[in-house]
């Protein structure tokens, strides 16, 4: 049976390696809701037991998000969190909990296993905050409107984000450097995983070459009739302006062969600092690139007439 009696709307549970994610769950839905955030709610724990307070609010949150990692519950405040969320768990079933996985965690014995586990390595953390938001409203709680003082607050962070963008972009630095590092990952990851449809049996086979006489290297790929080309263009060696990466798929089948889809993607980082590439303000890991480009090539592939 649900309490109606509750504390907060929404009480986040993190080990402190993810901090970011968590932090901008809290940024996104405070003026929303009444969020449990442990570095802004430091006056709750203060001149307390600060286990077990924590242990009470996790019992008392509407709604509770885990970012789910190898070591939460190993620490000695997560291992509170986990052990109060389990209990509530076996007493509610899931109605009141959404895991975001955030690494390679094994799933806790007491989840059963068709439980949803929302996966930030295929998913944005943005629309892990638009469910969450949903999630909450449908255990009851109402969505407070934003005071001009929220709204101030909010103009600002995107401010000093936007500035600090801009800054990454055409301030000379290492930006340029860590983008031919990740382009490098990126191709990597590309080469391995058409090494894996080649492996598997029944698949369209797709050859690969590395163009080395480029620098930095270009990447060919081959399903005749389709060749795709992929490179890293950039202009300076220490300021990004300019600098993306470049994708083509072309159709070699005619004399005159012809470019059937041609996208552009700039070097990029996410909410939670990592690296990656932007498309029309679609961020992606290099890894879900590559499975978004592959698809891509798949997909041109089947409706190429012949």
């Known amino acids: 049976m649900m309490s109606e009696n509750y504390d907060y709307d929404l009480a986040i549970s993190y080990e402190s390696s993810y901090e970011v994610p968590a932090k901008t769950i809290y940024n996104k839905l405070k003026t929303s809701f009444k969020v449990f955030f442990a570095p802004q709610r ?5 001149f307390r037991n600060g286990l077990d307070e924590l242990s009470k609010i996790f019992e008392k949150a509407k709604f509770v998000v885990v970012v789910y990692s190898e070591l939460w519950g190993s620490t000695p405040f997560t291992r509170v969190e986990r052990n109060k969320i389990e209990e509530r768990f076996l007493k509610e079933s899931h109605d009141f909990l959404f895991f975001i996985k955030a690494d390679n965690a094994i799933k806790p014995p007491w989840l059963p296993d068709p439980y949803f586990y929302f996966n930030l390595k295929q998913y944005s953390i943005g629309d892990a905050i638009t469910i969450i938001e949903s999630r909450v409203i449908e255990r009851g709680a109402m969505k ?20 600090k963008k801009e800054r990454f972009i055409n301030f000379p630095g290492d930006a340029q450097s860590k983008a031919l590092i990740e382009y490098e990952r990126f191709l990597q990851f590309l080469k391995d995983e058409i090494e894996i449809i080649n492996k598997t049996p029944d698949t369209i086979k797709i050859k690969n070459i590395y163009l080395t006489e480029y620098y930095p290297v270009h990447f060919r790929i081959v399903i005749y009739p389709l060749e795709v080309l992929i490179y890293y263009q950039y202009n300076a060696t220490n300021v990004l302006e300019g600098s993306y990466l470049d994708y083509k798929i072309i159709n070699t089948r005619k004399a005159q062969p012809s470019i059937i889809k041609s996208e552009q993607f700039t070097f990029d980082y996410n ?3 990592e690296f990656g590439w932007n498309n029309k303000n679609k961020f992606y890991s290099s890894e879900s690139l590559v499975t978004y480009l592959l698809k891509e090539l798949l997909r041109q592939f089947t409706i190429t007439k012949d």
């Open 42 to 46: 430091q006056s709750d724990l203060a």
């Open 144 to 163: 407070k409107e934003e005071t001009p003082v929220d709204i101030s607050q909010r103009i600002k962070r995107e401010q000093e984000e936007q500035r």
């Open 271 to 273: 909410e939670f600092q």
